[in-house]
């Protein structure tokens, strides 16, 4: 059974920063990239970030330079660094294996306050 478990989300001032953790497990972790989602309130989910198995990296242009996402394969976890977040970035973060088919997380809110 696949899981992939979110954690890290909360309420953070603007300008501040958050980590975000998934932990996989059922998957072969270290051969399947990585992504991080979001969703805000009345949008459609949107693609933030990903990561190979090799560690390359690919995000979108309303986080680059602000996010970096990472990986652990001996942990089974991949990260999301968020720094200097924005009102904008307020949602909920998805983790999805990059795999067919593909395994969602059940998500984290993060909240910036302007």
């Known amino acids: 059974q696949v899981q992939l478990v979110e954690s890290g989300g909360g309420l953070v001032q603007a300008g501040g920063s958050l980590r975000l953790s998934c932990a996989a497990s059922g998957i072969l972790f270290s051969i399947n990239a990585m992504g991080w989602y979001r969703q805000a309130p009345g949008k459609q989910r949107e693609f933030v970030a990903v990561i190979s198995s090799a560690g390359s990296t690919n995000y979108a242009d309303s986080v680059k330079g602000r996010f970096t996402i990472s990986r652990d394969n001996a942990k089974n976890t991949v990260y999301l660094q968020m720094t200097s977040l924005k009102p904008e970035d307020t949602a909920v973060y998805y983790c999805?294996?990059?795999?067919?088919?593909?395994?969602w997380g059940q998500g984290t809110q993060v909240t910036v306050s302007s």
């Open positions: 999805r294996s990059m795999s067919s088919p593909p395994y």
